[in-house]
């Protein structure tokens, strides 16, 4: 149950063999992660995806930046090439690390959901600096409990993973995943999986926990008698990067052969553990998928030692902590976060909350319970998980893709499960199903298949200690590896075959995937780096640059990944078709192959892996941190592969030896005799005859005729002289930075705010450098406001073409900068145009310099317009088809905004567009602008001026009046208001509905109020998803929390289910109806214990450097400037008693105030469910094995304050009723940054 965060489902790799030897042998391929997730901690930000992904092996996660994201689907699908790639555009930027980002920006626009998260500056390369595993298909977040919440700093609502099941190919476009408000397209990407769905149980609420353990000492003789158990020290010497100030040491706990990392980080605030247990749905018995799913949300449901159902979620949420988990083909992840070290006032009897928590979790491996009176509603949380992906075009290709497979291979698997495989039928047979989930813990779960990563403050020594006196109760069944090595994945029944799928959305793929090079050995040289480095390239003489040239193309990705240990993998290349690409589909395949052709003919070239090897080496070694609990969670999965343990963090990040056989080895499988092809489009070929089992997504499936295969063979066995002039090996990259020096002083301590180093009538330039992170990388973020975007639908929607045509025009030659770790992008807001440059700062200038240049040139060419147009409308018609509960945001928004425009307005005027109306618009987009900038990283004062002035200079810009800045203002719902907005949702075969709740507070600047706002989103947050989510069962995504606008701030629930709205309103008003009670009753003890865990979380440190940009960033562009944000919040929250709180609940919350003001955006499905009626929830109730307390909230009446709901039927008339608020205003006169001295 909870929301699972999506990773490969492919599982880890087997242990290590001896020799790292080139075999031909087949490589695993993934499957779909179910990933458990509770809630979403949002703090971070995603950059664009990297399109060659240099670790197709790598356990991918996210960026390096530090942030986690938070972010609505895309409008397209995820590609399954990558399942995890990242895309640029962000959600909730930051939001732990930006205090004042308490928003969401409601759903992506692009839909890109906000991946890309965060806009944060910089898309860095995936795959060199973190090690992938195995590729998965989209988990969606439930896993063991299934909870959309988010932390106080969240502003928006978890979201589902969008990856594609598996694992990143080399990506040929960074499309915009989750974004911030850029278009997005159509087409299926593939997304880097960003830790941003795990199962974060929420880690809200000071609740009070059963039995806390004493805290062992090194001292105590608890630990005493441990000493002299045996513990095997395999390594304390790993590779690190060089900022890496933490110390390592792997043991084996000699009693069950449990292996274990430990690392002592003597600054970090959270610690963390993660575990990781080889198995997975590979292991499902063939008549009860979605089994290992299963049995991972039933461990969280209480244990021997801690029977209480919410025990571990109770602590973690006491000790600022929060929990996740997600089920892969061959692994099972678990891992959790808390406090590292207690609060003053903690008691003596629980001075460590890392013990404490270790103690708990320990116990889902030594005596879980899985009590009946959970099993119903684990099961009811899993099938829950399963609708909401029956429509995602993710899950449905990637199923097809499997159920397609080779049927004796376990990749053929349903891996999620639902209600029907693991309940309905069993039971109809006379199978116990909740002795069978026993069996298969107990079958498979031995500590000799686990790998534990144990984080935190404590010395080696004690952090030692704890694994041996918490973890050797762990049974040690002395298992061996799963191993699949019988069967492949595709085997001669399923090559030289064509799939032609229908898919929800409008978006049209060609995909062409090879059994593939085993290289589970191959981790010194990683062929499948090299090759999917070349195929995806997007420069001149690559694939993707001869078919865009040729207008068939959108985007293109490549890459190899792992299914399982003993089985060939899958080498994968996907392409994002125009119409003509479509039309034109089999003349792409020939251009492939021919450019295998020239790989073939062309032996290795030892320059390319150099330079691949010289930036994987740059990257490992200014890698920084990562959160602690991403750290460990990915790491425990690297555990599982056959590594060196000294290579543990370096392994796949590193490139050790050019292996030119291993290469050849790996291109042999790319033949004309070893491939499937597939093509998705929702018009061609028409006469799909079958439909796949689970997801019932119609297909054709068929062999490939032989005169097109007899057409492929000859252009693989094309020669230089007949083969297509334009295809050649790329050039040598430009972009890669020769100049990494840092200055390093000591501070005795960072300063929280930048400098305004420039003010004028034409610019206002802010600049800080780097005090905290030291690395050979800046970020820099550009605003060029002007009022015309949000004049007209119209401009909105002209301002995004523009943008979307400017990144058109750079894409081949910011390619080999993105190759070497400098990334841009340019998009449109409703204040202007925002461009970001993050990387490397040693040539960011010349990056900085051909975007501006690009953009004051840019040349609109109609057949480029018109590509771009047609990509766009796909992307905005297929909004509608995103889940419900990615669109409702975008509604709550726009009813909450002075002036803006929603998808259907700005879909209206795209279809008008002309070549021409770019062609005179953006001059004047240009011609008169105010520029603000931040400069933040590893430059000088003078270097930030330089580009500012670089700025200034090449747009040739006038000075916008202040007067004619932009100004975003939110509106004032009055005491009492009771707003209602209903709205059909257009995708006919969706069965859920959706809801969001907003209870308007007021002034986002009032301290006191906000403090209040987020104190609220503390203590109600884990009540909240346990009573709806977890008791009531209202639907796999429950999300409650702190919601801000442009200057307001409120609460808000969102909650999508196929119940109806109104049910769902009812549901929420008993809850908060009832907890007015439990506020009242709450201990002072506890109340305080809250605040702690509050402010714990919003002094939380940043982990890097993209972070911290993030959080300023975010200040800067809100013109509140308001940098003390996270400290404020945490001293008024301090200051806050329970008696306000009761006062504010009261006034503010309660349904049975008169002073209460709420807007409840209503979203329809068109579909009916057998749960749609009241009735037909009364009797789901009555299953769910719930007791006399849970019912009685259930039922109890609630009081309202008399207002009847007000229909929202003409929003112009709506808005033009109600007052707006003053725009922002800076906390702080800007003459007081404007310091002329710096520390640095």
């Known amino acids: 149950m909870r929301v699972r965060r999506l990773l490969p489902s492919g599982s880890l790799l087997p242990t290590p063999k001896p020799t790292p030897t080139p075999k031909p042998t087949p490589k695993p391929a993934p499957t779909p992660p179910q990933s458990c997730s509770t809630t979403f901690q949002a703090t971070a930000s995603i950059r664009p995806a990297r399109r060659a992904l240099s670790n197709p092996f790598s356990l991918q996660q996210t960026s390096s930046s530090s942030t986690c994201s938070l972010s609505f689907l895309s409008s397209f699908p995820a590609s399954r ?61 439930a896993c063991a409990s299934a909870s959309v919440h988010s932390s106080p700093l969240t502003a928006a609502p978890p979201q589902p993973h969008l990856a594609h099941p598996e694992v990143p190919k080399t990506k040929s476009r960074a499309y915009t995943l989750f974004s911030n408000k850029t278009s997005s397209t159509n087409f299926l990407p593939a997304f880097t999986l960003s830790p941003t769905l795990r199962r974060t149980h929420s880690t809200a609420a000071a609740m009070p926990t059963p039995s806390q353990p004493q805290t062992p000492t090194t001292l105590d003789s608890p630990l005493r008698e441990h000493r002299q158990r045996p513990v095997e020290r395999l390594t304390d010497k790993l590779e690190t990067p060089s900022l890496d100030d933490r110390q390592y040491r792997v043991i084996k706990i000699a009693s069950n052969q449990l292996e274990v990392l430990l690392v002592h980080d003597a600054d970090t605030d959270k610690a963390s553990a993660a575990m990781d247990v080889n198995v997975g749905n590979f292991s499902d018995p063939e008549d009860t998928p979605g089994m290992g799913h299963a049995v991972e949300h039933l461990l969280f449901m209480g244990t021997k030692k801690y029977p209480v159902e919410n025990a571990y979620s109770q602590y973690l949420s006491a000790h600022s902590g929060s929990s996740n988990a997600y089920t892969a083909a061959t692994s099972t992840n678990y891992y959790f976060e808390v406090a590292a070290k207690a609060a003053e006032s903690a008691e003596e009897t629980d001075r460590s909350p890392l013990y404490g928590a270790l103690d708990r979790f320990a116990q889902f491996f030594i005596e879980p319970l899985f009590l009946p009176s959970t099993l119903d ?43 029907e495989t693991l309940k309905i039928q069993p039971e109809a047979k006379g199978i116990d199903v909740r002795q069978e989930f026993i069996n298969f813990h107990d079958k498979h779960y031995s500590a000799n298949r686990m790998k534990l990563v144990i984080l935190g403050r404590e010395p080696l020594d004690v952090l030692e200690e704890w694994a041996v006196d918490l973890f050797a109760g762990v049974k040690n069944k002395d298992l061996e590896q799963n191993r699949w090595e019988d069967e492949q994945p595709l085997g001669k029944d399923e090559l030289l075959t064509q799939i032609f799928a229908k898919p929800v959305m409008d978006s049209r793929l060609l995909e062409l995937t090879f059994p593939y090079l085993n290289e589970e050995d191959l981790y010194e040289s990683q062929p499948s780096r090299y090759i999917s480095h070349l195929i995806g390239h997007e420069g001149p003489g690559s694939i993707m640059s001869y078919i865009k040239g040729k207008g068939w193309a959108n985007g293109l990705s490549a890459g190899g990944y792992a299914v399982c240990p003993g089985s060939l993998g899958l080498f ?84 050790r030896k050019f292996d030119p056989k291993a290469i050849e080895a790996g291109l042999a499988y790319l033949r004309p005799d070893n491939f499937r092809m597939s093509v998705v489009s929702q018009t061609f070929p028409g006469g799909w005859d079958k439909k796949e ?94 009022p015309l975007p949000s004049a007209t639908a119209e401009n909105t929607i002209k301002s995004r073409v523009y943008a979307e045509l400017v990144r058109d025009a750079l894409e081949e030659y910011a390619y080999d900068a993105e190759l070497a770790g400098l990334d841009y992008s340019v998009s449109s807001y409703s204040g202007g145009l925002d461009i970001q440059i993050s990387g490397y700062n040693d040539k960011l200038p010349v990056l900085l310099e051909k975007v501006l240049l690009t953009m004051r040139d840019l040349e609109v060419k109609p057949d480029r317009f018109a590509i771009v147009k047609e990509r766009l409308l796909r992307g905005m018609r297929n909004w509608d088809y995103q889940q419900p509960y990615n669109q409702v945001g975008d509604f709550t928004r726009w009813l909450n905004i002075e002036k803006g425009f929603i998808s259907d307005q700005l879909l209206t005027e795209l279809p008008r567009l002309e070549a021409e109306d770019i062609r005179l618009y953006f001059p004047q987009l240009l011609r008169q602008v105010h520029i603000e900038t931040l400069v933040h990283g590893n430059l000088y004062k003078e270097d930030a001026l330089r580009l500012t002035n670089m700025v200034e ?38 069965v859920n509905h959706c809801i969001e709740y907003l209870l308007y507070v ?74 007015l009670t439990t506020l009242k009753n709450m201990s002072d003890s506890e109340f305080e214990g809250h605040q702690r865990s509050l402010i714990t979380k919003r002094m939380e440190k940043l982990k890097n450097l993209d972070q911290e940009s993030s959080r300023l960033w975010t200040h800067v562009a809100s013109d509140y400037f308001d940098f003390d944000l996270s400290y404020e919040d945490a001293a008024h929250v301090k200051a806050l008693t329970k008696k306000e709180m009761i006062e504010f609940y009261e006034h503010y919350i309660s349904p049975s105030s008169p002073s209460r003001a709420k807007l409840a955006v209503h979203l329809r499905a068109q579909a009916t469910s057998k749960k749609s009626s009241t009735a037909g929830i009364e009797n789901d109730v009555k299953g769910l094995k719930l007791t006399s307390e849970d019912k009685t909230a259930q039922e109890a009446p609630v009081e309202g304050n008399g207002t009847k709901p007000w229909a929202i039927d003409d929003v112009r008339a709506f808005k033009s009723k109600l007052g707006v608020t003053p725009g922002p205003q800076p906390v702080r006169d800007l003459s007081e940054f404007e310091e002329t001295d710096s520390k640095l």
């Open 953 to 990: 200079t090449t747009l040739k810009a006038r000075a916008l009046p202040q007067a004619q800045w932009p100004v975003f203002r939110s509106l004032v719902f009055p005491p009492g208001a009771n707003f209602v907005y209903h709205k059909t949702l257009k995708d006919p075969a969706n």
């Open 377 to 419: 509603r684990e099961l009811r949380a899993v099938d829950s998980e399963n609708k909401k992906n029956l429509q995602s075009d993710q899950w449905r290709l990637h199923q097809l893709d499997k159920s397609l497979s080779n049927p004796k291979h376990p990749y053929c698997h349903f891996s999620t499960g639902s209600l």
């Open 693 to 786: 089992k689970w997801y019932e997504t119609e297909y054709k499936y068929e062999k490939i005729p032989q005169e097109f295969i007899a057409e492929i063979k000859t252009a693989a066995s094309s020669t230089k002289a007949s083969r297509l002039s334009q295809l050649h090996l790329p050039h040598k990259n430009q972009f890669i930075p020769t100049n990494l020096d840092v200055e390093k002083k000591e501070v005795k301590e960072p300063t929280r705010a930048p400098t305004l180093i420039r003010n004028d009538d034409m610019v206002r330039a802010w600049f800080k450098k780097d005090d905290t992170f030291w690395v050979p990388k800046a970020n820099l973020f550009i605003q060029c406001k002007n």
């Open 81 to 141: 090439a990558s399942s995890h790639s990242r895309h640029r555009h962000t959600f909730a930027i930051a939001l732990s690390s930006c205090p004042s980002a308490l928003s969401i920006p409601s759903s992506p626009s692009l839909v890109s959901l906000p991946p890309s998260l965060p806009p944060l500056p910089s898309r860095r390369r995936l795959a060199q600096t973190s090690v992938l595993l195995p590729a998965s298909p989209p988990a969606s977040p």
């Open 572 to 655: 994968n290349c996907q392409i994002r078709l125009t119409e003509e690409g479509l039309k034109n589909y089999k003349e792409i395949v020939k251009v492939f192959f021919q450019y295998i052709s020239l790989l073939n003919e062309s032996p290795p070239q030892e320059w390319i892996f150099e330079e691949q090897k010289g930036l994987a080496e740059v990257d490992f070694k200014f890698k920084q941190k990562s959160p602690a609990s991403k750290f460990t969670s990915k790491i425990s999965a690297v555990m599982q592969l056959p590594l060196p343990r000294e290579w543990l963090l370096s392994g796949h990040s590193r490139l």
């Open 1002 to 1075: 007021g002034d986002k600047a009032d301290r006191a109020l906000r403090a209040k706002c987020l104190m609220l989103d503390q203590i109600t947050h884990e009540p909240a998803f346990d009573q709806l989510r977890t008791k009531e069962q209202l639907g796999y995504v429950v999300f409650s929390g702190a919601r801000t606008t442009s200057t307001t701030i409120g609460y808000r629930f969102i909650v999508q289910s196929e119940r109806t709205p109104e049910y769902l309103e009812g549901r929420i008003d008993s809850f908060l109806a009832n907890y």
